[in-house]
């Protein structure tokens, strides 16, 4: 696609950090655009991104970055979706695509549907994926690539317009899929929101109990909770609005977890060493699936590189 004959004439971002500076640096990349346009609450953030040049315009309101915007894509925690769609609705272009990031999809849809006008399309959208890292300089062009995008588009949305946004998040290279806001909610709660709500957990633990153990939780952390503390080291306001936001499907997984846990915790109590071994087989083979799909690296450690024997480490 050439910058000549771009997908959207003018994109809007509200919202900068690492999701939202990874879809401008990959729009770019692509030539998605015409014209990239983006804003952020603080004016600390604002600067940064006017420093490091990704996008056309940095703008300080809401309301300016959307005009006369093709696409408008919200990069901005959940709970903050529904004021912010108050906030641009007026200025909002007829026929404009609005859209967001969001990691729950319901709320989203309840709390931005009522302000936003006739004539636009609201296609909800999550890119699943991610680091541990926030801020403007986390962003980078290829974060989405191999990954999935899934639109939950409300009844009675414009075909069109749903997909131009799959063509859209296909051209930044990820693999697109459209469910409903409510099945996407139930999906993500034990697949994401219940995964970090447990790591979050027993970092927390971890920390009560290193007052105990001084450095050594920290020191052998190799053994599994190093892992768990890059999930917990997420964004908090991100997390908080997630867990609030989508407290039906998540405390439903979170009461299956428990009765998971307990009848693992009766079979440890008991020396039923079969059982144990039966649930251990059973999710190792889920672990096999994730990596023959392509969703993670078989290497050891997450596929993070290590130093050679016999050389220093750099």
């Known amino acids: 696609m050439s910058a000549a004959s771009p997908l959207f004439p003018k994109i809007a971002l509200i919202g900068f950090g690492l999701i939202g500076g ?58 903050a979706c529904g004021p912010v769609a108050q906030e641009i609705a007026a200025t909002l272009k007829p026929g404009a695509i609005i859209s967001d990031v969001g990691s729950v999809k319901g709320a989203v849809v309840r709390d931005m549907a009522p302000y936003l006008p006739d004539g636009v399309h609201f296609v909800p959208a999550h890119p699943v994926a991610g680091t541990e890292h926030s801020g403007p300089d986390s962003g980078f062009a290829e974060l989405f690539i191999n990954r999935w995008c899934i639109l939950t588009p409300p009844d009675g949305v414009d075909p069109e317009a749903i997909e131009r946004l799959r063509a859209f998040w296909a051209a930044l290279g990820a693999r697109v899929e459209i469910m409903t806001p409510d099945h996407h909610d139930l999906v993500l709660a034990i697949t994401s929101h219940l995964p970090h709500l447990i790591a979050y957990t027993i970092v927390g633990t971890a920390d009560e109990l290193a007052q105990v153990t001084s450095s050594e939780v920290i020191k052998f952390s190799a053994g599994g909770f190093r892992d768990f503390t890059r999930i917990a080291a997420s964004d908090p306001t991100m997390w908080r609005d997630v867990f609030l936001a989508n407290k039906e499907a998540v405390l439903e997984m979170l009461g299956t977890f428990n009765e998971d846990l307990s009848k ?8 039923d060493g079969e059982a144990l071994f039966e649930h251990f087989s059973r999710t190792r083979a889920i672990r096999r699936g994730i990596v023959e799909i392509g969703q993670d690296s078989a290497a050891p450690d997450f596929g993070r590189p290590h130093a050679q024997l016999g050389k220093k480490a750099e």
Do not use: F, W, Y
């Open 22 to 79: 990874s879809i401008a640096r990959a729009a770019r990349a692509q030539g998605l655009a015409g014209e990239i346009v983006t804003t952020a609450r603080s004016a600390r953030t604002r600067a940064r991104v006017e420093e490091l040049g990704i996008v056309d315009r940095v703008v300080e309101t809401n309301a300016e970055a959307v005009e006369d915007a093709d696409l408008v894509i919200l990069c901005i925690p959940v709970g």
């Open 264 to 271: 693992l915790t009766r079979a440890i109590r008991r020396n």
